[in-house]
């Protein structure tokens, strides 16, 4: 009987962790460059229940993790702004944090400091690094679509390279749209198809309606299972009151 | 009369059994590719009852519940559309295998993604494999085409948990019985929420029956218990 209660609970705390997702993903609905969080479910393992020489079983309820992200483009904005960076195509740019550990991201939205480095909005340095000179202001500054940065009389300041991992799903969030590599994601390894497209942003690929749909059906779920539990409840207390 | 008693507890085991099942498969409603239990009951064996003058046999009464073996539901669920490049779906009967420490096993759940080595894995990290039974390399733009797959036969599947069924495929199926691998797509849980609450509520109502039937015959064994035989006639 408790096996029941338990196996509704795990389920509940299954579609907990789905709502929880959902909600990362509609929070983040306009950050550039966000891949909404896939959620998969899985059963558990099942116990046997012997009697008079048969085997039935009962299983123990669903469980739930976040296995990575949805990567599918995100759709590409046109902003005009000279050192917005869109990337068309699978791959990361590299950036260096202030403690100087390498990270990936998909957010271009690029500027330059006070030295005229080009960082991200946060001011961690775009890698390898890229220096506009004195005299040199952003909005004469060319980005070919395979990352070379030109100044306005063609003179080649540096190359952005895009990189990429084995395993996308692998990669740890370090807030502020950074991405780091694990041991499961792979090394960065350069990337071939991929291109860069000067002046636009690339949007968040959550869709609201998907994730608004999802909402509702894990909301039903839950209601389901608690349902489930107070079933167990009610019989438990038929047969505590057996002998009254 | 202690007969009656045991019938009576004997189903009241029984919707036991059946109401831990159906929690677990309403826990299971949106799990990809799950399949849901069922346990049938059958009659316990029928005993002989005799006239108690002269011994005739007068016919056969049962003894109660029992549960038969649990069966999984194997019917294939609708697709959902996720448009996930690495999420499989079979479209008919069919498993796709995976390689775990234990053997190979199989599952209906393909949603799948890329190991540090390149490979196509499951969230657990086990190795799909092929027709061939061949780990799957994953391509460099991160989608594997739908054929790379293996769909196996494997009659007489059992759940093992973890979107794992244990059994051994089977070669030479038909050609045409197995279904097709559709990438983007997942098959949805064969959980349908109605039936099971409305099972739910049958199951709990015959468990209150047989605490009903328990009482009927308690108070009776106490009326023997207590007032046959009593000289003045009261309790």
Redesign the interface.
Known sequence: MLEGMYAAAAGMTAQQQQIDAIGNDLANADTTGYKAERVGFRDLLYNQINQAGTTSTAGAGAAAETIGANQTQGSIQRTGDPLDLAIEGPGYFTVKRSDGSTALTRDGAFEVDAQGKLTTSEGDLVQPPITLPKGVSPSEVAIGPDGTVKDGAGRTLGKISLVEVASPDHLLGAGGSLLTTSAASGAPRPVANAKIQQGALEGSNVDSATEMVKMISTQRSYQLESSAIQTENQMLQIANQLRS | MDLGLFIAASG??A???R??????D???????G?KP?A?PQRS?GEMLLRNSTNGQAIGTMSTGV?????YTDMAPAGMQST???LDFGIVGAGFFAVQTPQGTRYTR?G?F??????QLVT?A?QNVLSQSGAPIK?E???TVPASALGVFNVPGAV?????LFAGNATTGAAPGTLGTVREGVLEESGVN?TT??VE??G??RT??SG?QA??AI?QTLQAAATQVGSMNGSS
């Open positions: 009241m085991v919707e036991q059994t109401q831990d099942q159906l929690s677990n309403l826990a299971n409603a949106s799990t990809p799950y239990d346990t316990f029992a549960l038969g073996k649990t448009n996930e490049p759940d949603q993604t890329t190991s540090a080595q390149g969230a990290g994953v460099a733009d991160g759940k093992q948990g973890e979107n929420p099971a609450m739910m509520v199951s709990l468990f209150q605490q328990i009482q308690d």
